[in-house]
């Protein structure tokens, strides 16, 4: 895939990439893109680009209790950062995580996920960022995830 910096990175983009970048296991967890954040609102100062992705609920994804489990939710943050840098840059750019660093603060049932992701650096040679993994069901914040990601020739 050719590296574009300068193109327009559309919601359409996001989801072809989401098909064909990521492994087939990653594809099985029916991630959906539902926003793109990637030009700055004129009112607000600490603004960050960012994507918003959905994890569909699915017994399949829960642990033992009906909970679901680490596992999946640190694939769903991983895959929003690597969507939200994409955003932020405008366009397809290989990269790598370098690290992943999840705080579990409560468990999530019976819901779809939804991260929030935010690129807090984009740089030439390495990106950062932050992840809030959300239960859909009630907003309220299960997971927060930091991250740094190697970017790689195109």
């Known amino acids: 895939?050719?590296?574009?910096?300068?193109?327009?990175?559309?919601?359409?983009?996001?989801?072809?990439?989401?098909?064909?970048?990521?492994?087939?296991?990653?594809?099985?967890?029916?991630l959906a893109v539902e926003r793109l954040e990637h030009a700055p609102p004129a009112d607000v100062a600490d603004w960050q680009p960012g994507a918003l992705l959905r994890m569909p609920f699915s017994e399949r994804l829960c642990r033992n209790?009906?909970?679901v489990c680490g596992q999946a939710l640190m694939a769903l943050a991983d895959t929003a950062m690597v969507i939200a840098i994409l955003a932020a840059n405008r366009g397809y750019r290989p990269m790598t995580t370098v690290d992943q660093t999840t705080h579990f603060m409560r468990a999530i049932s019976a819901s779809d996920v939804l991260?929030?992701?935010?690129?807090?650096?984009?740089?030439r040679t390495m990106s950062f960022g932050r992840?809030?993994?959300l239960s859909?069901?009630?907003?309220?914040?299960?997971?927060?995830?930091?991250?740094?990601?190697?970017?790689?020739p195109g």
């Open 1 to 30: 895939m050719q590296t574009q910096p300068e193109a327009e990175f559309c919601l359409d983009d996001a989801r072809r990439i989401l098909g064909e970048v990521f492994a087939p296991w990653v594809q099985d967890l029916n």
């Open 65 to 67: 209790g009906g909970v």
């Open 115 to 123: 991260a929030d992701a935010r690129v807090v650096r984009l740089g």
């Open 131 to 133: 992840v809030t993994l």
């Open 136 to 152: 859909a069901a009630d907003g309220k914040p299960a997971a927060m995830v930091s991250s740094a990601f190697a970017m790689l």
